[in-house]
């Protein structure tokens, strides 16, 4: 039987939490809170790779013209989830990265500051 390797698991992962595909960003959402879960070690040392993509989905969707109702409701969901990700993140890793925790005091003074209470 062939082992994962977890690290090179995790960079595929890391990409996808910034896909096109909104349904996409959810899935290696999932899979890097799950990751996070089972494997703290290895994904912790892929957070400051992983943070550049956090923040991107943090800022919400782009508003143009051309926005619609829908587009802003899949961005919050997308949202959402990031915001339990980066809520477990702080849970499991916090202290390995200064700028993800310089990150999660930002969102902890942000409209999402509910997600992080007790952590």
């Known amino acids: 039987m062939t082992k994962l390797d977890l690290h090179q698991f995790i960079t595929r992962i890391i990409p996808g939490l910034s896909d096109d595909s909104d ?48 587009d802003l409701e899949r961005a919050a969901e997308v949202q959402r989830v990031s915001t339990r990700l980066i809520s477990q993140l702080h849970k499991t890793c916090s202290g390995i990265s200064p700028r993800f925790d310089s990150f999660v005091d930002e969102l902890k003074t942000s409209q999402w500051s509910d997600a992080f209470i007790g952590h």
């Open 23 to 70: 349904e996409i960003k959810v899935i290696c959402h999932m899979i890097f809170f799950r990751l996070s879960q089972v494997a703290p070690s290895p994904t912790a040392q892929h957070l400051d790779d992983a943070l550049p993509q956090l923040q991107k989905t943090m800022r919400g969707a782009t508003v143009t013209k051309d926005t619609v109702k829908q």
